[in-house]
């Protein structure tokens, strides 16, 4: 039995298309369950949210008397599955952030010892398989279902700052990498601006926006491995006097006093949410920079334009009988996982798989709005439109449109 049921309120790359289900299928799930994410920073509050919203959405009707206790639905005999969303109330709840690839190999390793039991890893960066010069175990299902961008941040109304000279604050990824990789641009003199010393800071290990930046730099970095090259103190991440932070967030910048000197690299969803929809510039003095030119607006992150794109994901274990390097001696993810994060589950599904056995959207109970509504243009004006993708945007992300398979995800596997 999974590792995962203790927690049961009862006691390489490869893209693939799946065919979109009119309806999310239960299997042999009998009483409810509690999935839980774990992993990447970035998107964990968006997704707690998405859990909210599928944990509260319409199921059983789980009252009778005399009353069960297990988390049974016992008037299953009588009842219609399709005019449920959550038939079982499954609840959805998420660990603390510990970086995509510790999500990611949490799910790898579940089983074995001193692993904490996870149903699904929460990733912004893309599969790593052994093909691809990566760590990730096979069976292994990545589902895209939002884009953010990454790009570089300094302080320009700092006092003595070095970057807000620079006439565009754009840098090109060739000078990036000089600052990031090779440490051959110290100074923000040599980029434009001021000549002040730059202070490089990079993401904690494990992070996906670590992971992606440096891929998008030329460097594969390895499980449990940060990009500090070029930082000036690697040791004791995330305390003060590290230049190696928790991923998306300027505290350990602004604890240093370090404002005047300091670039670093930010999700630029996280940075919307944190600062503002469509914000360049922060409350506390920061300001995103262009890369190429280019300024990361939604339209060149949905299109994929943007030079630091990144597709953001839910991974689950679909197991690989064919080897043994699969999900440590767990089993594949069962139906109440799937339902939640599979390609058909609730997040993926188009918005027929919202409707009921009679055709009519199955709404919210707390906002009386569609989880899912019918897109709205299509090519470069589609619009993926209801709760689900305005929980996304609401988050500073970009929901996918719907894809070639009629769901709105787009899925890779190892």
Same mark, same amino acid.
């Given at each position: 039995m999974s590792l995962r049921k203790k927690f049961s309120l009862t006691t390489g790359l490869v893209v693939v298309a799946l065919l979109a289900a009119s309806s999310v299928a239960w299997a042999a799930q009998t009483t409810s369950q509690i999935v839980i994410g774990s992993g990447s920073d970035t998107t964990e509050w968006m997704v707690q949210s998405l859990g909210d919203l599928y944990s509260n959405a319409p199921g059983c009707n789980q009252l009778k008397s005399p009353q069960p206790l297990d988390g049974s639905c016992p008037n299953s005999g009588s009842e219609n599955q399709g005019d449920s969303v959550n038939y079982f109330h499954d609840m959805i709840v998420q660990r603390y952030f510990l970086g995509s690839g510790g999500g990611i190999n949490q799910i790898c390793q579940q089983g074995l010892a001193n692993v904490a039991p996870v149903d699904f #890893?929460? =990733?912004?960066?893309?599969?790593?398989?052994?093909?691809?010069?990566?760590?990730? %175990? $096979?069976? /292994?299902? *990545?589902?895209? *279902?939002?884009?953010? &961008?990454? $790009?570089?941040? %300094?302080?320009?109304? #700092? $006092?003595?700052? &070095? %970057? &807000?000279?620079? =006439? =565009?604050?754009?840098?090109?990824? $060739?000078? /990036?990498?000089?600052i990031f990789v090779s440490c051959t641009v110290t100074n923000w003199s040599q980029v434009g601006g001021s000549n002040v010393a730059m202070d490089p800071y990079v993401a904690q290990a494990n992070s996906g926006t670590g992971v992606t930046w440096a891929s998008a730099l030329g460097v594969q970095l390895a499980s449990g491995q940060a990009l500090t090259n070029c930082v000036h103190n690697p040791s004791n991440p995330g305390q003060p006097g590290s230049n190696v932070s928790p991923e998306n967030t300027n505290n350990l910048v602004d604890g240093n006093g370090d404002q005047a000197n300091a670039i670093f690299y930010y999700s630029v969803g996280v940075y919307h949410k944190t600062y503002g929809a469509s914000a360049f510039t922060g409350g506390d003095g920061s300001a995103l920079g262009k890369i190429n030119g280019l300024k990361a607006t939604t339209t060149a992150i949905s299109k994929g334009t943007f030079p630091v794109s990144r597709f953001l994901f839910n991974v689950y274990c679909a197991g690989d009988p064919t080897n043994s390097n699969k999900c440590g001696n767990d089993t594949a993810a069962p139906a109440d996982v799937t339902n939640f994060v599979g390609e058909n589950g609730f997040i993926c599904q188009n918005e027929s798989g919202f409707n009921d056995t009679h055709g009519n959207p199955i709404l919210d109970p707390l906002s009386g709005k569609a989880y899912r509504s019918a897109q709205t243009g299509s090519g470069s004006t589609a619009h993926p439109n209801g709760e689900i993708p305005s929980t996304i945007s609401a988050f500073g992300f970009v929901p996918l449109v719907k894809q070639a398979d009629n769901t709105y995800c787009k899925t890779f596997t190892t």
């Open positions: #890893a929460r =990733s912004s960066r893309v599969p790593l398989p052994a093909s691809a010069g990566g760590s990730d %175990c $096979t069976g /292994l299902h *990545f589902v895209g *279902f939002a884009r953010d &961008g990454i $790009t570089w941040e %300094c302080w320009p109304s #700092a $006092t003595g700052n &070095g %970057c &807000g000279s620079m =006439s =565009s604050l754009s840098l090109n990824v $060739t000078q /990036l990498k000089k």
